[in-house]
C-alpha cells in the first residue's frame, strides 16, 4: 500500500478521535451496564439471550450512524472547507485520497468495535458468570458488523465525492434500511410477475444486502453458523466495497474542485 | 528552460440549472515564465487567476489547451513533489497543531522523516510563527493561517511556488516579512509564481507581469520595462508647507503631506523650479522624473469602460 495512503488514513482517525468520535464508547457503555443489571433482575434464563441481542444490536447501530455521519462528510467537507487544495497539490493521486479516507474511517470503526465488544463480552460475563464455548459465535456477528461497516463506508465515500452531506445521509440510510430487508425484498422479487418482478430484482441485487449479514439472533440463539457463511459473506462485503470505492473514485477523478 | 508553459489552457464551466448555458472562466491562456523569476499574475478580483492556479495544480481540469511545469507535463504527479502551492485564504485541518500539520504534508509531499523534524523547525521560524507549540490551528488568526499556509508551501524545498493572494490577512509588517520571503526565494533560484490585485506589491517585488482581466490575458511584461517610460514631468520634492507663488506661476501641481511638498511639473521648468526654491531658501529634498506606474499600465490595459470599475476592487495599499 502507498505510505500516502496511509498517512491519510492515519490522519482521518486522528481526526475522528480529536473531534470524539469515541466518545459514543461512554454512551455505550452506560447503556450496557444498565442494560446488564436490568436484565439481571427481571429475567430468568434468558440473560444471555438478552444481553448478546441487546448488545450486538448497539454495536451494529452505533458504528452504522458513525459510518454515515463521518462518511458522509468526508469529501464533501474537504472541498468546501478547501483542506483538499493543499493535499492534491502535492504527489497524492485522487484515488490515493479516496481509498486514505476509506481506511481511516474504517479503522476509527474497527476500533471503536474493538471496544465495544469488550463491553459486550463483560456485560456477558456479569450476567452469566462465565464465557462458554458458543460466545464464540459472538465473534462471528461482530466480525459480519465490521463487514457491514466497510460497506456503509465505502457507500457514504461513494456519495459524499458528488452530493451535499443532507443528501448523502438521506441515501445512504436509506440504502441501509432497505438493505436490512434485502431478503424480503429478494422474496417479494420471486412472487411479483412481469415488470415490478423485473424492477424488484435488480432492487435487490443492487441494494447492500444487509439482512446476509445479520447473524446476531443466531448468536443470541446459539444456532451454529457455518464457514461457507463466512467465506460468502467475506467475498461478498469486499466485493461490494471495492465496486462502491471504485464508483467513488471515478467519480471524484472527473470532479472540478471549484 | 522554462520553469512554466502553459499552452493554450482554456475553461468553460456550464452554468444554469440544466447545465446548458457556457462560462467563460479563462480564454485560452499562452503564457511562459522563466526558471528564477518572480512573476507576478495580475487582476481585478474575478478575472480568472485562481482558476488559472486550480489548473495548473489539477484541481480543476481544463476544457482544452496544456501546460508544462519545469519540463515535464502538468498532469504528472510526481512533478508536484517540486511544487509548493499556497492556496487563497487557506484553510486547514484545525484540529491538528501547525507542527502536525507541517509533519502531514511533509510526509505527503516525500520528505524523509530524518529530515522532517527540522525542515518543520525551519520554515516555522521563516515565517515567523513561533511559540506555536502544541496550540491546535482552530485558535490561530487570519494572519497565522496565512503564514502556515506559506510555511506549508515551501516546507518541501520547492523549485517552484505558486501563491494565490499571499498578502491576503497580513499586517503591514506581515506582508513585508512576505516580500522578503520571496526575495529570499529567488535568491535560492526558486520561480515564485504569484497572483494578486494588490499593485504595489507586484511591482516592488516581480521581475515580469501578466495581466488577466475577465479571463482575458491583457499583457505580459517586465516590471522594468512597463514602468521606465518617462513622461516629460518630473516629481519635485522639499521640505516644508510653504508653495512660492513662483512654482505655481510654473504650473505645478502641488500637494502638502506632513512637512514635505511634492510638485509634478513638466520636465523643462526643472531648473526653473530649482531656482525659484533657491530664491525663497527652501530646502530641496529630490527630483525625480515621474515614470509611468504598474497601476497607470494595468488601468490601461483594461477595456476603458471596465478601468473605473477596475479601480475600485484594486487595492494600492503599500
Known amino acids: 500500500m502507498s505510505p500516502r495512503i496511509i498517512q491519510i ?64 462528510g468526508l ?22 485520497f479516496i481509498v486514505g479516507k476509506f481506511f481511516g474511517l474504517a479503522g476509527t470503526l474497527v476500533v471503536n468495535t474493538f471496544f465495544m465488544a469488550i463491553g ?20 462471528v456477528a461482530l466480525y459480519f458488523i465490521v463487514l457491514e461497516f466497510l460497506i456503509i463506508c465505502s457507500l457514504a465515500l461513494l456519495f459524499s465525492s458528488f452530493s451535499s452531506p443532507l443528501l448523502s445521509a438521506v441515501f445512504a440510510f436509506s440504502l441501509f434500511v432497505i438493505g436490512s430487508f434485502a431478503e424480503d425484498l429478494r422474496g417479494f422479487a420471486g412472487l411479483a410477475h412481469g415488470v415490478t418482478r423485473w424492477f424488484a430484482t435488480a ?6 444486502n444487509f439482512s446476509a449479514l445479520n447473524v446476531i439472533s443466531a448468536a443470541a440463539h446459539e444456532q451454529p453458523l457455518s464457514s461457507q457463511l463466512i467465506l ?15 464508483g467513488a473514485v471515478l467519480i471524484f477523478e472527473r470532479r472540478n474542485l471549484k | 528552460m522554462a520553469a512554466i508553459e502553459i499552452l493554450g489552457l482554456e475553461k468553460t464551466y456550464m452554468v444554469g440549472f440544466w447545465r446548458k448555458r457556457p462560462k467563460r472562466a479563462l480564454q485560452p491562456l499562452h503564457l511562459t515564465v522563466e526558471e528564477g523569476e518572480i512573476f507576478g499574475f495580475l487582476g481585478p478580483n474575478g478575472a480568472g487567476k485562481t482558476t488559472t492556479l486550480k489548473m495548473l495544480m489539477g484541481l480543476v481540469f481544463p476544457t482544452s489547451g496544456t501546460a508544462r511545469i519545469l519540463g515535464h507535463e502538468w498532469t504528472d504527479p510526481e512533478i508536484k513533489a517540486q511544487i509548493g502551492f499556497l492556496p487563497e485564504q487557506p484553510y486547514f485541518y484545525d484540529y491538528l497543531t501547525a507542527h502536525e500539520l507541517l509533519d502531514y504534508y511533509g510526509q505527503l509531499s516525500g520528505v524523509p522523516a530524518k529530515d522532517r523534524k527540522r525542515r518543520v523547525e525551519e520554515v516555522l521560524q521563516r515565517v515567523g510563527l513561533t511559540d506555536i507549540q502544541g496550540v491546535q490551528l482552530r485558535k490561530f488568526s487570519k494572519g497565522m493561517l496565512q503564514r502556515a499556509g506559506i510555511a506549508q508551501a515551501i516546507l518541501h524545498n520547492p523549485k517552484l511556488v505558486f501563491f494565490d493572494e499571499p498578502m491576503s490577512g497580513l499586517d503591514p509588517l506581515g506582508r513585508r516579512e512576505v516580500r522578503d520571503l520571496m526575495e529570499q526565494l529567488k ?8 497572483s494578486t490585485h494588490i499593485l504595489s506589491d507586484a511591482e516592488a517585488l516581480c521581475d515580469r507581469v501578466a495581466i488577466i482581466y475577465k479571463g482575458e490575458l491583457r499583457g505580459v511584461g517586465a516590471v522594468e520595462d512597463l514602468t521606465s517610460t518617462v513622461q516629460g514631468k518630473v516629481e519635485v520634492v522639499w521640505q516644508g508647507t510653504q508653495i512660492p507663488a513662483s512654482m505655481k506661476a510654473l504650473g505645478a501641481e502641488c500637494h502638502v503631506t506632513g512637512d514635505t511638498v511634492r510638485a509634478v511639473l513638466a520636465e523643462n521648468q526643472q531648473d526653473a523650479a530649482i531656482d525659484a526654491l533657491r530664491r525663497e531658501h527652501i530646502r530641496l529634498i529630490a527630483i525625480t522624473p515621474l515614470r509611468t506606474s504598474l497601476e497607470a499600465y494595468f488601468v490601461e490595459k483594461l477595456q476603458p469602460s471596465q478601468a473605473a470599475s477596475a479601480g475600485k476592487t484594486v487595492g494600492t495599499a503599500v
Open chain 1, 9 to 72: 488514513a492515519a490522519n482521518t482517525f486522528r481526526e475522528a478521535v480529536r473531534d470524539r468520535v469515541l466518545y459514543n464508547l461512554i454512551a455505550f457503555a452506560l447503556l450496557l451496564s444498565g442494560a446488564a443489571i436490568f436484565v439481571g433482575q427481571i429475567s430468568i434464563d434468558i440473560e444471555r439471550l438478552v444481553v448478546v441481542d441487546l448488545g450486538l444490536t448497539a454495536v451494529s447501530l452505533f458504528g452504522v450512524v458513525i459510518a454515515i455521519f463521518i462518511g458522509i
Open chain 1, 75 to 96: 469529501v464533501s467537507k474537504e472541498i468546501e472547507k478547501r483542506t483538499l487544495y493543499t493535499v492534491l497539490s502535492r504527489p497524492v493521486r485522487r484515488w490515493e
Open chain 1, 120 to 139: 459486550v463480552f463483560g456485560a456477558l460475563f456479569y450476567v452469566a458468570h462465565k464465557f462458554s464455548k458458543p460466545d464464540a459465535l459472538i465473534l
Open chain 1, 203 to 208: 432492487a435487490a441485487y443492487l441494494v447492500p
Open chain 1, 232 to 246: 460468502h459473506n467475506t467475498l461478498y462485503a469486499l466485493f461490494y466495497t471495492a465496486m462502491a470505492l471504485s
Open chain 2, 187 to 194: 535568491q535560492e533560484g526558486k520561480t515564485v509564481f504569484f
